[in-house]
């Protein structure tokens, strides 16, 4: 997505390691205008998957979820970090290691809003060594749904998550694809 591209381009700042922010307009502050892009883009590539469910994980997916949800005119579920008290016991859980706060995180999704007669899409913000998709993936295996695929705002191919779970035969799709960043260079797209 070209559009994407020029605005990590011009907004994108490379910190550090491996770490791209974009908290201008994707995860802390959100450009509407242009999340609108983005949803109608994953509505393009996956409107005829039957989709009626669209899940993410908590928090920086939930603006995009919501976004793409209505352009499948569906419900839209997150995946909560921590437990909380009036979630009760009946839930779906999975593990999916953090890198950014370098730490586990048990994720919940109630079993009431997710079913063997759901069709999901998953969506997030990034996707980097795969530990959150494969969370979010387990918990939709354990519903019995059906899993539509998987769309990614940026996808940092060096870290090879996407590349494990392709190899596993879930369909991604992502907007920007970086194929190396680092000072030297920048930030390089495949």
Known sequence: MDSLIEKIRS???????????VDSFLNHQIDIGFMKEIGAEFYRLYRGCGVNKILTIEASGIGIACITA??????????KKSKSANLGD???????????????????VSKRYLSKGDNVLIVDDFLARGAALTALIDIVNLSGASLSGVGIVIEKAFQGGGDMLRRQGVRIESLATIERMNAEEGIVFA
């Open 11 to 21: 907004e994108g700042r490379l910190l550090d390691g491996s770490i791209l922010k």
């Open 70 to 79: 209505q352009f499948f005119d569906c419900n839209m579920v997150f995946a």
């Open 90 to 108: 009946d839930v779906y859980t999975s593990v999916a290691h953090s890198y950014t706060y370098n730490r586990d995180n048990v994720i919940t």
